[in-house]
């Protein structure tokens, strides 16, 4: 699907206007915008939908923007945390770390998409932690005139999008989505399905999403859509709700 497919779902409370081709302008990453309050755009979607993808894409666009990476920051707080280290070791056990007390994410991946108890344990222990991180990083940035980006996977599970000025969803067809997830961790076909299931339903994160990503197309079409929000981004005011 290419980038006809694009489409916004603008809730009514946002009061955006629909913009048409012919007021569409090229988003300007070398502009000086004065604003208020500059915006938190939270961009979530599926496990392996392409947010990485479409995040570099801002990247491109926007380079002096603020990132954060939900999935990075875990994976920071399960290495140098201690703490965190202490509460995964309670509720999964030593068996999951290695001798040199590395933890073994397969085999706890293993574990949380096979049992939905387990899953929100881990839930628990990382999820607060990282809102607050991301959340205080956001509000730090609200006075620089850069745009500020929340990659947070479970956004809505989350309450996360109640930080946000926007949200994102990036989605594909069920097919490319089952199809990368496999190729990306040699899962087989019925444990990926599982970890897609466990998740919430890309269908209910369109309904809540303000803007649509569709990710069905190639890089281009991509970087198109991505141009085509921070063209609309950089034309509304933004002050802090």
């Known amino acids: 699907m290419g980038v006809t497919a ?4 603008q809730r009514a409370l946002r009061g955006l206007d629909k913009l048409s081709a012919e007021n569409e302008v090229a988003p300007q990453p070398g502009l000086l915008l004065i604003f208020t ?3 938190v755009i939270g961009i979530t979607g599926g496990i392996s939908t392409g947010k990485t993808s479409f995040c570099e894409c801002l990247r491109e666009i926007v380079p002096n923007a603020k990132f954060f990476d939900a ?4 994976h920071q707080l399960v290495d140098l945390d201690p703490e965190v280290k202490r509460e995964i070791r309670r509720e999964f056990g030593s068996a999951i770390f290695s001798i040199d007390q590395k933890l073994n994410r397969e085999k706890l991946r293993d574990i949380v998409f096979g049992n939905a108890a387990k899953k929100r344990v881990l839930e628990q222990i990382l999820h607060p932690r ?3 991180q991301w959340s205080t990083e956001a509000k730090t940035h609200r006075n620089s005139p850069d745009f500020f980006f929340a990659d947070i996977p479970l956004l809505y599970e989350t309450g996360g999008e109640k930080l946000c000025d926007r949200a994102v969803v990036v ?3 069920y097919r490319n989505q089952l199809r990368w997830l496999m190729e990306r961790t040699s899962l087989e076909r019925s444990a990926a399905e599982q970890m897609i299931n466990s998740q919430m339903t890309l269908d209910e994160k369109i309904s809540r999403a303000d803007h649509v990503i569709w990710n069905n197309g190639d890089h281009a079409a991509l970087a198109e859509q991505a141009r085509f929000l921070v063209a609309l981004w950089q034309k509304q005011s933004w002050t802090e709700s």
Not at 6 to 9: K, L, Q, V
């Open 37 to 39: 309050e500059m915006a």
């Open 130 to 132: 990282i809102r607050r």
């Open 171 to 173: 989605a594909c067809s």
């Open 6 to 9: 694009f489409c916004f779902a």
């Open 71 to 74: 999935d990075h920051a875990a």
